[in-house]
């Protein structure tokens, strides 16, 4: 048979299927603090329709102890939940929580329940590839890496790696305190904002093991910063790290050949002339289209946007928006672009704001909802129907 013959003889048969459309409903998992006041028991679930805005009222469905943090599983099949706790099964550690979900109903089933090898966990991701769950232990001031088995179960652990140290906050940095690990957008290495020693840790990732190395070239902020979450851009090349302490957002230069980051610039997150008494940063999120990035103030209440330079990733402010805000502790975009949902901690409630397709800003929908003690946002696609 001729080689052209041959090749199209292997060639997959032409078909009149078109692509499904991209989801537009989707589920809202919730992450939340339990005991004391704050009425909450777990896990909430609600619906998003991304064409109107709206949201449907909560739903507990899942019973866990304050899952601060939540990751979902690459796969949309699985969701892993920060036990952020003191002591798990008489051990001073938290845990860490798999759940597999219903694709259907989004009901959330109990897989396992493993120690976070730390106190107070307080982020969780995944890998790209679904293979291992990062865990960062804030009051142990340590990481743990976890393989995620087939059946999303959480399984052997592959790394740990504890900081040691302090900076110049006596009462907040008196110690290390990871609050967050992320893997850069190729899965080479792995970085953890520690807000207690005011520096990044750096480590290779091993992707195929999951083992962690340190790589010798953490990245050291502004002393008594108090580095807390940082997000990747999507070109690869910059990151963006939010700054608790000093209430700052810093653009980073980003090699992901060796993980070394560079400051391009650092500016204040609160408005012009902001009362900073009792304020502090908490979240950053860059949108898909990489034009914006997000962070929230704390105290000052207010969500600030920022527009990004395509050429060197410096930040120019686009405004602040606090309608309906109270204490923005984590935020999430929804996966068509469109809107913007914020968790509020003390208002026991998401409120949702819609993105300016022209400048980011963010507009008032007056759609909320009400769920206790809110920490984490993600979503979900619902079947289509």
């Known amino acids: 048979m001729p080689l052209l013959l041959s090749l199209l003889a292997l060639a997959p048969l032409p078909t009149d299927d078109k692509p499904e459309p991209a989801a537009s409903k989707f589920f809202v998992y919730v992450g939340t603090y339990t005991g004391g006041t704050t009425g909450s028991q777990g896990i909430y679930r609600l619906e998003f329709d991304a064409t109107t805005g709206k949201l449907s009222p909560a739903t507990l469905i899942a019973v866990t102890d304050s899952p601060s943090f939540l990751a979902v599983h690459p796969s949309k099949k699985f969701l892993y939940a920060a036990n952020e706790v003191g002591e798990f099964e008489g051990k001073k550690t938290g845990a860490v929580s798999a759940f597999s979900i219903d694709p259907m109903t989004g009901k959330l089933t ?43 179960r959480l399984g052997a652990v592959t790394a740990v790696v504890k900081h040691l140290g302090n900076s110049v906050n006596k009462e907040r940095q008196e110690a290390p305190h990871a609050h967050s690990i992320n893997l850069d957008n190729s899965d080479g290495f792995a970085v953890i904002a520690d807000l207690g020693l005011d520096f990044v840790k750096i480590y290779h990732f091993d992707k195929e093991t999951g083992v962690l190395t340190w790589a010798k070239t953490d990245y050291g902020t502004a002393r008594g910063a108090g580095p807390r979450h940082l997000a990747f851009h999507p070109n690869g090349k910059w990151a963006y790290v939010i700054n608790e302490l000093s209430i700052t957002l810093s653009a980073l230069d980003y090699n992901p050949a060796s993980g070394i980051l560079k400051t391009i610039q650092t500016v204040s997150t609160l408005p012009a002339g902001g009362d900073r008494k009792g304020a502090s940063t908490a979240e950053v999120v860059i949108h898909p289209n990489g034009k914006w990035v997000y962070g929230s103030n704390r105290g000052n209440n207010t969500i600030a946007c920022f527009g990004i330079d395509p050429n060197s990733g410096r930040l120019t402010l686009v405004g602040h928006q606090g309608d309906g805000i109270k204490t923005p502790r984590n935020f999430a975009i929804d996966p068509t672009g469109k809107y913007l949902i914020v968790a509020n901690q003390d208002g026991a409630s998401l409120v949702v704001f819609r993105i300016d397709e022209k400048t980011g800003a963010l507009k008032p929908t007056g759609v909320t909802a009400a769920v206790p003690s809110p920490v984490c946002v993600r979503f979900v696609p619902m079947p289509p129907g």
């Open 110 to 152: 109990l897989l396992n329940q493993v120690s976070s090898g730390g106190p107070g966990p307080c982020h969780v991701s995944t890998d790209k590839a679904g293979r291992f769950c990062l865990v960062a232990n804030y009051a142990g001031g340590s990481a743990q890496v976890m393989k995620i088995l087939q059946d999303g």
